[in-house]
């Protein structure tokens, strides 16, 4: 958070400065005092004008809550210490009759909520991939809310639907996409991977859907929910694509290459996968929903060769791009063939033709679209290219401290090449006591990481992706797991 303090004070060891969050919220705040100018009419003082004072008492507390939060997060268990049905339990059976004051809901987060949350925005967050939901985007997410432009046709939100098309324009060139593709935002890569394989169907009028042992759980879920097949390929030994192996693809609908796998983020070998679907036809999805955002770096730019023959790619914002659930970035060379697979227009949506294919809707699942875009915008804008990469490079760069610790140390290993900003480790010894140790740290509280299986091999792995991680909290990770291992 240090790029958008209001004072510009380096990162401090304690707790967050959140000091950027007040003042810009209270800014906000501020501006949204008069709205006299918004009105179509000019009427200044009309009957009809909202009553908004309790949105400015209630704002500023909520504000002040989530500032205050983000302060004290590092002081807190990373990992929420409740049993299942603990928090429904406390939570009454039925919505109250009678209306309650705002303030009675920020009670209970505190109260009934936080003991049940697991705190992603927390510096020793480093379990899956890290993420974090930075002040900009924060802020933004409420104006979204304040605004309530639902997408489902251009003409109902036309500003968000040409903001997620800029955006997602911006975001390629900072990534180093080919201009002139077709993006737009899903909730989620599982989202966006399945629209994709929905248009290579689409596309194809083939069923089989290809990908490696490494690739991510939601291309067999979206296999399985379009009743196709699923082929998977094996990896080699550094988890990547065995392309020699991809077999007949006579039936391929797509391949899906994976930049950055979930277990161990190896890099699939893009432009041979490329190559292999010219040569049948079959159409290439990238999933890139971690490493993506990477690529702003130009050092990690390897992982993106061949990238520009992908038909689609995803990229997940709400992953390392400082941006929070949900934003997932989906770019297609072939936007025709999405529109082929998603256009259902109702008469009740009709417009003319021109302006349908203006409407977001047109190219994914969802008719009623929300705006993501505005919080990416806010990203883009408030941190910049500069310190997006700052963010990348200070993840990997405590990630390699982190692997130079674990190499070194006698009886630990480190279990597969380290590209980005994840570590993937272990203890010498049977998967058993990898097994124990994992839940020995979490149940500290004081860090949480999570586990895969690599090569047959239960394995630990530690991704660096909260921005206000230091290496104090690296350091710290290193000294629960060394003390955890020595205890069991
Ligand atoms: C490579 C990869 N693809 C897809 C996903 C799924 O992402 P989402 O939760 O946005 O569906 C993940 C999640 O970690 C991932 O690592």
Redesign the pocket.
Known sequence: MSGLRADGAAESAGAADVSGLRADGAAESAGAADVSGLRADGAAESAGAADVSGLRADGAAALEWAASYLERVSELPVLAQVAPGEIRARLPKTAPDEPEPFAAVLRDLDEVLLPGVTHWQHPRYFA??ATTASEPAILAEMLAAALNSVAILWRTAPASTELEGVVLDWVAELLGLPQGWHGHIE???????LAAIIAAREATGRDLVVCSDQ????VDKAARMLGMRLRKVPSDDQFRMDVAQLGDLSDAAVIVA?V???AATAVDPVGAVAEVCAQADAWLHV?????GAAMVCPEHRWAFDGVERADSV?V?A??WMLTP??C?LLWTRRPEDFRRAFSVIPEYLRTPDAEDALSLSEYGPALGRRNRALKLWAVLRCHGRFGLQAHIRGGVDLAAQFERWVADEPGWEVCAPRHFSLVCFRLEGPDERNRALLERVNASGEIFISHAVLGGRYVLRLAVGQMSTTEDDVRRAWEVLTREAAAL
């Open positions: 899956y991939f909730d989620s890569a599982s989202t966006s991977t690739a991510h759980s939601s994976t950055g796998t979930t999933d890139a929903a971690y490493a995803v997940n709400h992953k659930n949900d997932s």
